[in-house]
T-cell receptor
Framework: NAGVTQTPKFRILKIGQSMTLQCAQD?????MYWYRQDPGMGLKLIYY???????DKGEVPNGYNVSRSTTEDFPLRLELAAPSQTSVYFC???????????FGPGTRLTVL | GQQVMQIPQYQHVQEGEDFTTYCNSS?????IQWYKQRPGGHPVFLIQ?????EVKKQKRLTFQFGEAKKNSSLHITATQTTDVGTYFC??????????FGKGTMLLVSP
């Protein structure tokens, strides 16, 4: 099993550009999460999904969108990138009501 | 909203010394999780605690959940250089999602 995979690993965006961060898991987990981690801080939940077709906002959803058309994939869309979105983004998954157990390697995003 | 505070923010120990990090919540938690993150890496799930007063051990690591379910601790006995990293606690209240603390960074000198 590959576990949780994320692409790209690094990206530099200009202010106002858009991009999609990809996340996929091959463990048949129904729960998937997107977190962001700013330097020296803990993780903050952006969006989460409890199954295909079901998504919900987390603590810091503004400026982001998600979709969950399949169990495996949970892409995160950034519209009109802003410097405040410079961060490391982690996707995670878990089974059932378990906490986020398996994290991807992260995407380091810089918005200039 | 729910807040989770961790202390200390940073600790530097000599290899072989013990280490403890503490986690305190502003609200009663239904469960608490602990994660480890190596520098430049991703969080790795260590354990979940659910019951009041629960104590769990993983080799040299001892995790404790307070009786009032508002605090928790992680204790490492006889640290090794492989223990280096940042340790995060993350708590949940009821059916809410996790709130992470800011973490305790552990440095271990050989």
């Amino acid at each position: 099993n590959a576990g949780v995979t994320q692409t790209p690993k690094f990206r530099i965006l200009k202010i106002g550009q858009s991009m999609t961060l990809q996340c996929a898991q091959d463990m048949n987990h129904n729960y998937m999460y997107w977190y962001r981690q700013d330097p020296g801080m803990g993780l903050k939940l952006i969006y989460y999904s409890v199954g295909a077709g079901i998504t919900d906002k987390g603590e810091v959803p503004n400026g982001y969108n998600v979709s969950r058309s399949t169990t495996e994939d949970f892409p995160l869309r950034l519209e009109l990138a802003a410097p405040s979105q410079t961060s490391v983004y982690f996707c995670a998954s878990s089974y059932g009501g378990r906490p986020a157990e398996f994290f991807g390697p992260g995407t380091r995003l810089t918005v200039l | 909203g729910q807040q989770v505070m961790q202390i200390p923010q940073y600790q530097h120990v000599q290899e072989g010394e013990d280490f403890t990090t503490y986690c305190n919540s502003s609200t009663t938690l239904s469960n608490i999780q602990w994660y480890k993150q190596r520098p430049g890496g991703h969080p790795v799930f260590l354990i979940q605690l659910v019951k009041s007063g629960e104590v769990k051990k993983q080799k040299r690591l001892t995790f404790q959940f307070g009786e009032a379910k508002k605090n928790s601790s992680l204790h490492i006995t006889a640290t090794q250089t492989t223990d280096v990293g940042t340790y995060f606690c993350a708590g949940a209240s009821g059916y809410s999602t996790l709130t992470f603390g800011k973490g305790t960074m552990l440095l271990v000198s050989p």
